[in-house]
T-cell receptor, first 115, second 113 residues
Framework: NAGVTQTPKFQVLKTGQSMTLQCAQDMNHNSMYWYRQDPGMGLRLIYYSASEGTTDKGEVPNGYNVSRLNKREFSLRLESAAPSQTSVYFC??????????????FGPGTRLTVL | GDSVTQMEGPVTLSEEAFLTINCTYTATGYPSLFWYVQYPGEGLQLLLKATKADDKGSNKGFEATYRKETTSFHLEKGSVQVSDSAVYFCALSLRRTGNQFYFGTGTSLTVIP
């Protein structure tokens, strides 16, 4: 099993460009999450999908959109990138939302720089 | 609001020293508590967890006890190794927010031989 995979690993954008970060999991998990990691701030939740067909905002959703394409895949889109979105982005999955026992499994991250 | 506060780093220890990383939380309801570890260039990996008060999580020589009375979940290890050098994150999870995780800011640990 690959676990949680993310593409690309690195990306450089210019202000105003758009891009989509891809995430896939092969653990048959119901729930998927997108976080951003910034120095001194830990990880903050951008959006999550408790189950296929549903998405909800997290702590910092502004400037992002998400799509739960199917049970395996959950993409994050930046429509018009801004320098404030320079960060490391992590995708995670868990067996089920609304069950606090479930750990989240993380992908290796995408390092995004917006110039 | 719900949050996690971790002791700030960086922390530098000699090999075989005792490690404590403090973590306290604020939450309404009954959270589960986790410690994750992040090695350089990698994603986060679960180190240990505790799902109710007085539970002790343990793994790879690390331990943490869920203390409801002090709202704490401090990470300890009796004898650290160079391979333990990493960033450690304390986190809580609440059912009412879809199992959203709230992370602390992370504590960087460097163990020197």
């Amino acid at each position: 099993n690959a676990g949680v995979t993310q593409t690309p690993k690195f990306q450089v954008l210019k202000t105003g460009q758009s891009m989509t970060l891809q995430c896939a999991q092969d653990m048959n998990h119901n729930s998927m999450y997108w976080y951003r990691q910034d120095p001194g701030m830990g990880l903050r939740l951008i959006y999550y999908s408790a189950s296929e067909g549903t998405t909800d905002k997290g702590e910092v959703p502004n400037g992002y959109n998400v799509s739960r394409l199917n049970k395996r895949e959950f993409s994050l889109r930046l429509e018009s990138a801004a320098p404030s979105q320079t960060s490391v982005y992590f995708c995670a999955s868990s067996e089920m939302a609304y069950s606090t026992d479930n750990e989240q499994f993380f992908g290796p991250g995408t390092r995004l720089t917006v110039l | 609001g719900d949050s996690v506060t971790q002791m700030e780093g960086p922390v530098t220890l000699s090999e075989e020293a005792f490690l404590t990383i403090n973590c306290t939380y604020t939450a309404t309801g009954y959270p589960s508590l986790f410690w994750y570890v992040q090695y350089p260039g990698e994603g986060l990996q679960l180190l240990l967890k505790a799902t109710k008060a007085d539970d002790k999580g343990s793994n790879k020589g690390f331990e943490a006890t869920y203390r409801k009375e002090t709202t704490s979940f401090h990470l300890e290890k009796g004898s650290v190794q160079v391979s333990d050098s990493a960033v450690y994150f304390c986190a809580l999870s609440l059912r009412r927010t879809g199992n959203q995780f709230y992370f602390g800011t992370g504590t960087s640990l460097t163990v020197i031989p």
